[in-house]
């Protein structure tokens, strides 16, 4: 049984660039959670997705946006990139609404945005 | 507005002796909290969590920690480290409904031979 998958694994990117990272949630689970880690601190919330639909929200700009497909599967879009947006993305997915014990997270895409 | 502090950036322990990684939290009612390990290349993991039953929690792999309103503290135990505990690990309060977390910065625990 997979647990959660992201791809890329790494990523270079320039300013100004749009990127699209993507997730593939623990088979069984129908929510997935997006956050980033910058060097040196812990992951921030940017979002959750369930039923297709963004659900909550952290304190994040407008150039993050993301989607969820049918088969659960989410991906996170960052436009007109800055220098700030280098950092470790994390999906983390799970079954239905609840606490975070119920998270299962995956490995990461290290974005570097030069 | 909640909120976690962990008080270290950086532990060092040498290899059977305890382990005491600190974390304050901020709150204005009884808070749900959290440890995570990140290991190199692997996902965020759960270690124990306190959501108001018993203040004293015990987590996986020896692990435990105690909820002291009083201190407004949930600082991390192991009365034994081993090499493989070597890894980041963060203090978690859950701030709204369902999985919107605030992480504290981490604390990286160094375990020497």
């Known amino acids: 049984d997979a647990g959660v998958t992201q791809s890329p694994t790494h990523l270079i990117k320039t300013r100004g660039q749009q990127v699209t990272l993507r997730c593939s949630p623990k088979s069984g689970h129908d929510t997935v959670s997006w956050y980033q880690q910058a060097l040196g601190q812990g992951p921030q919330f940017i979002f959750q997705?369930?039923?297709?639909?963004?659900?909550q929200r952290g304190n994040f700009p407008d150039r993050f946006s993301g989607h969820q497909f049918p088969n659960y599967s989410s991906e996170l879009n960052v436009n007109a990139l800055l220098l700030g947006d280098s950092a470790l993305y994390l999906c983390?997915?799970?079954?239905?609404?609840?606490?975070?014990?119920?998270?299962?997270f995956g490995s990461g895409t290290q974005l570097s945005v030069l | 507005a909640q909120s976690v502090t962990q008080l270290d950036s950086h532990v060092s322990v040498s290899e059977g002796t305890p382990v005491l990684l600190r974390c304050n939290y901020s709150?204005?009612?009884?808070?749900?909290l959290f440890w995570y390990v990140q290991h190199p290349n692997k996902g965020l993991q759960l270690l124990l969590k306190y959501t108001s039953a018993a203040t004293l929690v015990k987590g996986i792999n020896g692990f435990e920690a105690e909820f002291k309103k009083s201190e407004t503290s949930f600082h991390l135990t192991k009365p034994s480290a081993h090499m493989s505990d070597a890894a980041e690990y963060f203090c978690?309060?859950?701030?709204?409904?369902?999985?919107?977390?605030?992480f504290g910065k981490g604390t990286r625990l160094h375990i020497l031979p």
């Open positions: 997705y369930y039923e297709e639909e963004e659900r």
């Open positions: 983390a997915s799970s079954l239905g609404t609840g606490g975070p014990e119920k998270l299962f």
């Open positions: 709150s204005s009612y009884s808070p749900s």
């Open positions: 978690v309060v859950r701030v709204g409904r369902d999985y919107k977390i605030i």
